[in-house]
């Protein structure tokens, strides 16, 4: 069998090293050109992981290993399983997107912008599909230079800013989490994730590491207290910069804690449930609300990611087969749906170089295919059955109905508040009469944005209408966590 998780992370990045050198700085069209067969090859060659997966299997799948640094146990260890997977298919249907939205948009340094998204594609996907504590760690930490490149180049007035902050959050966090994978190593004398998740530890230091990851992938997901770095970021990275970090970035937080937190410190998770449960509980409401008075586009949409992220850890914690799935497939519904919404405000971006929702208003009445796609995103984002955005968020629901009715219904209540500013926002930007003489000579989307928000329509739809090929591909992998989970260390 082709090393296909290989493929998946080197194809983009050599792409990436391939635009850096062959661009010319008169010709930008080459660079593009490479960029997108480049992102459509990294794409391809992760095909074969879902159509070779074996969904009855809860095993490792697709394993590569080698050795790295043998004097330390430090292996290029790969694999997935059914949690991991369909995170790798996204992030790479992802960065076609973003090379494709980039496509006319970027004309300053187009080589450089286009490069980097490939190699942080790849980098992504090393660290969805890492098995070795160094590997991970690497790939953890280098994807935060092509995100750092790109908000700090390309983005808004204070991209400097948001670019600085966005990265000293992240590697404050994953500083703590490289100090806990190395007293893993000091016990177990390997870098193992499978060592690791069969190493019994007490239940004090269950609880430090437990705080050192926590930080790691809150900052990540990002959580409330640790999420003011998000809306920064996003009101300020490119269009691309956006869809990749409320896709695909955000993601790798909540896989942390499916990947570490809950194998590994199972009786800590266990006991300090109730706290993430409330955190999580906090941005779902709190968060919703903060949504309701923005007047960025931009950055409603970052608070409404902070706040569908928040039932993601919700369904971590809840400890049951309909939680944990809800909150995977609510992972891959936002990358979709999240996509959508940043493309739709970069859409009006390009023409008016205005996000403020005060300067918008009657947007139907000169570009309506436009209005009709992002009342179908809006629709996704608060939840509408028959889109993507309801089933992770009913499944959730279940699951915490069944563990207690109040907390479920306060879950239940980002139904309420998702419809609220989702739709005050669409209400305010696309309805009423044209006040503004901009908005009066908008053209219609353009045959590429046409066709770019036709194929992400096509995923929300697909996923919302038959949501079983997402669910049976993590249903035993999820099933033997939970099992291991159940199982206390003491």
Not at 340 to 351: Q, S
Request: glycine share 8%; proline share 4%; aromatic share 14%.
């Amino acid at each position: 069998m082709l090393p296909y998780l290989s493929l998946a992370i080197w194809v983009p990045i050599l792409a990436g090293l391939a635009v850096l050198v062959v661009h010319r700085d008169d010709d930008a069209s080459r660079a593009r050109w490479i960029a997108l067969a480049g992102a459509l090859a990294g794409f391809l060659v992760t095909l074969p992981l879902y159509f070779h997966f074996d969904v009855a299997s809860g095993a490792l799948q697709f394993v590569e290993r080698g050795e790295w640094i043998p004097r330390f146990d430090v292996w290029y260890h790969l694999g997935v399983d059914g949690i991991s997977v369909l995170f790798i298919l996204l992030n790479s249907f992802t960065t076609v997107l973003v090379v494709w939205a980039g496509w006319e948009v970027i004309e300053s340094r187009v080589s450089q912008y286009m490069a980097a998204f490939l190699i942080m594609s790849g980098l992504i996907n090393g660290a969805f599909s890492a098995m070795d504590g160094v590997l991970f760690y690497v790939f953890f930490e280098a994807m935060l230079i092509p995100m750092y490149l790109i908000i700090g180049i390309w983005g808004g007035p204070r991209r400097v800013y948001a670019a600085l902050k966005f990265f000293l959050y992240t590697l404050l966090g994953s500083l703590l989490m490289l100090v806990a994978f190395v007293y893993l190593y000091n016990v177990t004398e390997s870098f193992a994730l499978q060592d690791w998740y069969r190493v019994p530890l007490s239940l004090p230091v269950q609880y430090a590491l437990f705080v050192a990851f926590f930080l790691a992938f809150a900052v990540k997901v990002p959580m409330w207290p640790v999420h003011t770095w998000l809306p920064d970021a996003h009101v300020e990275a490119p269009t691309g910069g956006s869809v990749v970090l409320a896709a695909i970035t955000l993601k790798i937080g909540a896989y942390g804690f499916v990947r570490f937190i809950l194998p590994i410190l199972p009786d800590a998770s266990r006991e300090l449930s109730a706290f993430v449960i409330t955190l999580s509980l906090i941005a779902v409401i709190y968060i919703g609300f903060v949504a309701l008075v923005q007047s960025d586009m931009k950055k409603l949409i970052a608070y409404s990611s902070i706040s569908h992220m928040g039932f993601v850890t919700l369904g971590f914690f809840l400890f049951s087969p309909l939680g944990v799935e809800g909150a995977l497939v609510q992972m891959i519904s936002h990358g979709f749906v999240s996509a959508a919404m940043f493309l739709c405000v970069g859409v009006l971006y390009d023409r008016m170089h205005s996000r403020q929702i005060a300067d918008y208003g009657g947007v139907v009445n000169t570009m309506p295919r436009f209005a009709a796609f992002m009342m179908l995103f809006a629709m996704a984002n608060a939840g509408l059955p028959a889109t993507s955005g309801f089933v992770g968020e009913f499944l959730v629901i279940l699951a915490a109905v069944k563990v207690n009715f109040w907390l479920g219904f306060a879950a239940a209540t980002t139904l309420v508040l998702g419809a609220a500013y989702t739709l005050w926002m669409y209400k305010r930007v696309i309805f009423g009469a044209v006040a503004n003489p901009g908005v009066g000579a908008l053209a219609d989307l353009s045959r590429r944005e046409f066709w770019l928000l036709a194929v992400v329509a096509a995923a929300v739809l697909a996923m919302g209408l038959w949501p079983k090929p997402f669910v049976d591909v993590m249903h035993v992998s999820v099933t033997d966590l939970l099992a291991h989970v159940a199982r206390s260390k003491l």
